[in-house]
């Protein structure tokens, strides 16, 4: 993993997890919609400019759907600039061009998948339930990505899921996200019929995902496919 530092933003190359994470701190929409985060296999292009007369160095993902792009480039998402750091600018490029290659050339079809609040047409992915996505790396849920190996999904039902995720939060203060969120405590009312995925991820967050029964068979299919790579 690579972090790198420029002024008030924060970039973090995961290979592993094939991401790379935006963290923009100044204030404005790019703080609002931090942390960014980029699946390599969404990246069409990375745009490297140098230091001239007046404009800093920068560097710049372009998205093949273009999501979070701004011709300026301090207002793009997935943009940093900086005057003291042309090295680690040249190895971010760098970085994000080899990643972005590599998925490009063993990409399979491409799914429109759930990421930062859009959808974007990423390669490489295997499955999808709900808010949960699967690649060969990584576990991506509603755009922040987990790391396969280490976590364990399971097939629920309803009541199930209630439970499992009560135990879960006595246990250990796991945090829980997704619709079983809402099924704790009397929240809501039981919602037979439905199928619910639940995955522990690696971090220790418990993901969710709901579907009908009629998904039974895709739940279950996502389910195995978690559980075998990680």
């Not at 396969?148 to 829980?176: F, M």
């Not at 619709?179 to 037979?192: C, D, I, Q, S």
């Amino acid at each position: 993993m690579h972090t790198f530092e420029f002024g008030k933003s924060t970039v973090v190359v995961d290979p592993g997890a094939r991401t790379i994470t935006f963290n923009h701190s100044e204030f404005g929409p790019r703080k609002a919609n931090s942390p960014w985060v980029v699946p390599t296999g969404a990246i069409e292009s990375v745009e490297h400019k140098k230091k001239a007369f007046m404009s800093p160095a920068g560097v710049r993902l372009m998205l093949k759907d273009r999501s979070g792009y701004h011709p300026v480039w301090t207002d793009d998402m997935s943009a940093v600039v900086g005057k003291r750091h042309p090295d680690e600018l040249a190895q971010l490029a760098e970085l994000a061009e080899q990643m972005a290659a590599a998925d490009q050339s063993a990409a399979s079809p491409e799914l429109r998948v759930p990421l930062n609040g859009q959808f974007m047409s990423v390669p490489g992915i295997l499955d999808v339930f709900g808010d949960i996505v699967l690649d060969e790396h990584a576990i991506y849920f509603q755009g922040r990505a987990c790391r396969l190996e280490g976590s364990h999904a399971e097939l629920v039902d309803a009541n199930a899921a209630r439970s499992r995720v009560t135990a879960t939060r006595v246990a250990a203060g796991a945090v829980i996200a997704g619709p079983v969120g809402a099924l704790v405590g009397g929240m809501a009312k039981k919602k037979t019929g439905e199928v619910y995925v639940m995955v522990t991820a690696s971090d220790g967050r418990v993901l969710s995902a709901s579907g009908k029964g009629s998904d039974l068979a895709k739940a279950a299919e996502i389910v195995a496919k978690i559980n075998a790579r990680s």
